[in-house]
């Protein structure tokens, strides 16, 4: 039987992935747990965010990162600003030696959702300043148009707000996204188990990014493998092309030579 | 003098450099970032460059995140 799961890479910014799950690293319950998620799902990118040092913990994450293959993807979580999105970015660069960001800009902690006019006034500058952009955005296929005519690399939907776990609140406007996107749709945000990792690639997203549904799982390695298999047959069921949704029942055993007579 | 570390305030010898502060501050060098009152000081310039009195400097580096 062909094995049609590790020959569907993709590409963002003309570097391919062979797995389609990129995972946030945030809500870890320790370096130990983390180590095993980023192992069982995996994963070849995984995010970071760039906080102030503290010597007691300093390199493991990025050590566990490495360890594991993935590649490290800085984010720009806890930016309410363009010019803080913009120097954050900045500083991940010169931090990890990366030109690829995530770029996170929040509107308000209540919602943690993305504020559109800041986000594409720090992607413009960011991408005219080198970067390889990933925004996190709304579900709004207007906004994600806007994102990839500026330059982004990807766009990233949120399914549902940060941390939520509500799973895809608006699948109509991924559909959206996805059809008229020529760059990766990654779903961000919202994920909760792995049916709503399956749902994100029938809808025909590139890839999905998920972190809380892992890290703050029972067992983190667990979901993280479910995740892993969840993205895997999403894709699989997308490419094999579903079924049209019918109103009433069809038969699926013939009626020719069936016995029992009208 | 007197500089603001990473939100705490430090007292240094004067014409300590960024180098000498992040030795000082950071476990190893690797991974990391300092911007000097908003300023990004690229790791080329930490040997050359002072810092001064009340400077606001950020030592930062990557942390888990999604």
Redesign the interface.
């Known amino acids: 039987m062909t094995d049609h799961t590790n020959a569907d890479p993709f590409t963002i910014a003309g570097q391919g992935f062979d797995s389609r799950l990129i995972l946030g690293t945030g809500g870890v319950a320790s370096m130990d747990a983390l180590r095993a998620a980023l192992k069982t799902s995996g994963t070849q990118l995984a995010t970071v965010a760039l906080r102030r040092v503290s010597p007691a913990t300093q390199g493991s994450l990025l050590d566990i990162i490495r360890e594991s293959g993935a590649q490290v993807l800085p984010n720009t979580a806890g930016c309410f600003t363009s010019a803080e999105a913009i120097l954050t970015a900045r500083l991940a660069r010169e931090a990890l030696g990366t030109s690829w960001v995530k770029l996170e800009v929040i509107g308000d902690e209540r919602t943690l959702l993305p504020d559109p006019v800041e986000l594409l006034d720090a992607a413009e500058t960011l991408i005219d300043d080198g970067f390889t952009v990933l925004p996190y955005t709304n579900d709004d296929p207007i906004l994600a148009a806007r994102l990839e005519g500026l330059g982004c690399a990807a766009v990233m939907p949120l399914g549902a707000p940060i941390g939520t776990g509500l799973g895809i609140r608006n699948p109509h406007n991924i559909e959206l996204i996805v059809d008229r996107a020529e760059v990766p749709v990654i779903l961000d945000a919202g994920i909760g188990t792995a049916s709503d990792a399956a749902l994100a690639m029938e809808l025909g997203c590139s890839a999905v990014l998920l972190a809380t549904a892992v890290t703050r799982a029972t067992d983190p390695a667990a979901m993280a493998e479910a995740m892993r298999w969840g993205v895997i047959a999403g894709r699989l069921a997308r490419r094999a092309g579903r079924i049209p949704k019918r109103y009433h029942a069809q038969a699926s055993s013939g009626q020719a030579d069936l016995w029992i007579e009208d | 003098m007197q500089i603001v570390v ?2 705490a305030p430090t007292e240094l010898a004067d014409a300590t450099t960024v180098d000498q502060l992040v030795s000082n ?4 060098p ?6 000097v009152n ?1 300023s ?1 000081i ?2 080329s310039q930490w040997r050359d460059t002072q810092l001064r009195d009340h400077d606001q400097v ?9």
Request: net charge positive.
């Open positions: 990473n939100g501050v950071a476990k190893r690797q991974g990391i970032a300092v911007a908003r990004i690229p790791r950020e030592v930062l580096t990557a942390a888990p995140g999604g």
